[in-house]
């Protein structure tokens, strides 16, 4: 499958040119990044001739969709962990379920022993299983995501080669940071100095920088002093939580331009674009923000049922 998302512009905002990537109009089950990953990650298992994949993730995770959905267009037998620390149904999980993949329920501290027997049980039907996150503490695999997102720093360099415009500023949100490492691995294979600010949806900012290091590192071959940009002023407690004033956001930006965002992922990394375009004075720029996707939890806010 082709896997290219369009950039669109929004409007102007505090002087600026606000541009965004729709990687939610990737096509392939709601799109989003989690598309790209997705197909790597099978890619990637079928170069080491594994024939099954195990998958883990929360009850949100638009990645179990996105995998699950593969699996069951390429007949690949997959297994989803989900982590039920807040067994809550969600359209992502819903969806999960329709498609007739294997579900295995735990909770965070027991991740480990149900990926073992997911992968156990496979093995005991004659398969060959293929853990995305490598092996069973989730270490091993970290490059797969992070290479297939280089694609879009290419994409997006293409764009402005062909509209002849510079963005100035890149914004996205970061949650396994995977995305951000991709941009910021293929600007340094290029010796592009880039501003990437990343908006941490999930970890301290520390942990954040520490992770994308690591993969820059694995990426590259050797230690970089690449300027990693993440904050954690938006973190609002941690992954899935939010404020007010963020959801407020998410309702504007979408009753004006039609765009949806939701409160785990894109919302928040919006409302801190614009937070920080705000507090740093930022004017007279172009400004690119990555839409990742997730338009199942958009959903899920505005209590609508796919």
């Keep these: 499958m ?66 699950a959905q593969l699996c069951k267009q390429e007949n690949i037998p997959c297994a989803v962990v989900f982590s039920e620390d807040h067994p809550t149904r969600t359209n992502n999980s819903e969806i999960v ?37 490598g092996d069973r503490y989730g270490k091993g695999n970290e490059l797969t995501p992070v290479t297939a997102y280089t694609k879009v720093y290419d994409e997006i360099v293409k764009f ?12 996205l949100a970061v949650g396994t940071a995977a995305s951000y490492s991709g941009l910021l691995c293929r600007a340094q294979e290029l010796s592009h100095n880039r501003n990437i600010l990343g908006i941490s949806v999930a970890r301290p900012q520390d942990r954040c920088e520490e992770i994308i290091r690591e993969n820059l590192k694995l990426y590259l071959g050797t230690e970089s002093d690449a300027p990693v940009k993440v904050t954690d002023e938006y973190l609002q407690g941690g992954y899935g939580q939010h404020t007010p004033e963020q959801l407020e956001e998410i309702d504007h930006i979408y009753a004006r331009y039609n765009l949806p965002l939701d409160p785990t992922y894109t919302g928040k990394a919006w409302y801190g674009m614009k937070k920080t375009i705000e507090k740093t004075n930022i004017k007279d720029k172009n400004i690119l923000f990555i839409h990742t996707g997730g338009y199942p939890l958009f ?6 049922l796919l």
């Design 2 to 67: 082709l896997c290219q998302s369009p950039i669109e512009f929004v409007d102007e905002l505090y002087k600026n040119r606000i541009y965004t990537k729709r990687e939610d109009k990737l096509p392939l089950s709601y799109g989003g990044n989690k598309v790209r990953f997705s197909q790597a990650f099978v890619a990637h298992m079928r170069q080491l001739d594994k024939t099954a994949l195990v998958a883990y993730g929360s009850k949100s995770s638009n990645l179990c969709r996105v995998l």
């Design 97 to 133: 379920s329709s498609l007739g993949v294997r579900e295995y329920a735990c909770d965070k501290s027991s991740v480990a022993q149900t990926v073992d027997k997911a992968m156990a049980d496979l093995r005991a039907e004659g398969y060959d299983p293929y853990y995305i996150y």
């Design 160 to 171: 402005e080669t062909e509209q002849q415009l510079h963005f100035d500023y890149i914004f």
């Design 299 to 304: 959903c899920d806010y505005k209590n609508i």
